[in-house]
């Protein structure tokens, strides 16, 4: 589990992942100082842990060199706050190291619910999603040519974009919380709530609908040849499948089921809203990752169409959702999450039983399922700005009439 996974990485090599992000995250709390302590103890700590490793002998993976010493310096500001600390002063810091903590064990939680989809659904519902998908014109099958047309600049630029999705939020989050250690309390809103609530929500439509994906299913793999033997046909990304009645498929047991919604558009959908009230260097990074995710999601044949549209109404649910908490459930909130949630409903049990249909009538559905995506963005768009505050104007005192 998550929690036995990251207590084991305080001895053991700790596995990729973003346990200086999450350092980087607790720190917002902190003095410059304070800061400067952490970090240098955290790379100490790791120096040390590398050097013994070596002394023994001991073979350390790729990529699992260093991380041992952000998740003590975390656990190190914890026991700080409550053996030195009082009062608000003790609450902040923990909700920094809290917060900290939630972005690594989120993660991990993620991870185990891929091992669990695979695990637990043996067949595969892509054949249903791959015949919707004719509705938008199969754009995975498109994009794919592009990018293999684009030769390597393209996809090495695409795969950066795509792996490091999780950089671009701690690089966002803090922007937002940069202020939270000279006021000594966090916004009431930011970017990393919404990234763990779309993270704990989003796998469970994987057991509801799995789905691995037109690579895995209609193509090679994504290592080049590992699921052919597993392939419903090996089409991607230059044939787009026949239209026909569609059936569930088997598949092997290690591959997630994490297509159906796209978490991965969700997410840089997530990013894209949060960075449109911060300077113009970071609204136009945020319209760039969003792109260039949509981009990779696709090319690299990770997504069908229809998985993206369904992740872009799932996060903008989940955004108002949480801002609507925080305004105490008003009356236009809750409005608009329940529309959020009855469209995502309506299109996951389209592409369950109306597959067909869709692609038989691609002139029809294509352009009501992109209506469906443009109305929950029109609503979120008006509604979040009747929340926005509005100046008043200023008094002017009535003339007074001259006395002759």
């Known amino acids: 589990g998550p929690i036995t996974l990251q207590a084991r990485e305080l001895i053991f090599p700790p ?63 914890a026991v700080f706050a409550i053996v030195r600390r009082t009062g608000r002063e003790r609450v902040l810091l923990l909700k920094g190291v809290g917060l900290g903590l939630l972005l690594v064990t989120g993660r991990k939680t993620g991870d185990a619910w891929l091992l669990i989809t695979s695990k637990t659904r043996p067949t595969v519902l892509d054949p249903y999603v791959a015949m919707a998908d004719h509705a938008l014109g199969s754009p995975s099958w498109v994009a794919g040519r ?34 939270v250690a000279a006021e000594r309390r966090f916004p009431r809103h930011h970017l990393v709530r919404t990234f763990l609530v779309i993270g704990l929500l989003g796998p469970a439509f994987y057991m509801i609908f799995p789905v691995v ?51 991965h558009t969700a997410w840089a959908t997530a990013i894209f809203i949060h960075t449109r009230k911060g300077p113009r260097f970071l609204r136009y990074a ?28 799932f996060a903008l649910t989940i955004e108002v959702a949480l801002r609507t908490y925080d305004r105490g459930w008003d ?62 104007p200023a008094f002017r005192p009535e003339p007074q009439p001259e006395l002759v």
Not at 49 to 64: D, I, N, Q, S
Not at 235 to 249: A, E, F, N, R
Not at 335 to 347: D, E, K, T
């Open 146 to 179: 592009i990018v293999e047309a684009s030769g390597s600049v393209g996809s090495q630029l695409l795969h950066f974009v795509y792996g490091e999705l999780a950089v671009a939020a701690i690089v966002v989050a803090l922007y937002q919380l940069r202020n």
């Open 213 to 263: 994906g037109p690579v895995f299913a209609y193509g090679p793999g994504a290592s080049g040849t590992g699921g052919v033997e597993w392939a419903v046909v090996n089409l991607w990304p230059h044939t787009p499948p026949s239209i026909s009645i569609p059936h569930p498929v088997p598949y092997d047991g290690i591959t997630p089921r994490n297509c159906m919604p796209s978490l």
């Open 15 to 77: 596995k990729p992942g973003p346990l200086y992000g999450g350092l980087a995250l607790m720190m917002v709390v902190l003095t410059r100082r304070q800061r400067y302590v952490a970090a240098g103890a955290a790379i100490g700590i790791d120096v040390v842990f590398a050097l013994g490793r070596w002394a023994a002998g001991v073979k350390t993976p790729e990529g699992h060199l260093f991380g041992n010493g952000a998740l003590w310096a975390m656990l190190g500001v």
């Open 331 to 392: 009356r236009s909130g809750m409005r608009l999450v329940a529309y959020g949630v009855a469209v995502f409903s309506v299109l996951l049990l389209s592409y369950r039983y109306l597959p067909l249909e869709m692609a038989e009538h691609p002139w029809l559905f294509g352009p009501l399922v992109l209506l469906a995506l443009g109305s929950v963005v029109y609503g979120y768009v008006r509604t979040t700005r009747e929340w926005e505050p509005k100046a008043a």
């Open 286 to 313: 945020g319209t760039f990752w969003l792109i260039a995710t949509l981009s990779a999601t696709l090319g690299f044949g990770y997504h069908y169409g229809v998985d993206l549209v369904a992740g872009m109404v």
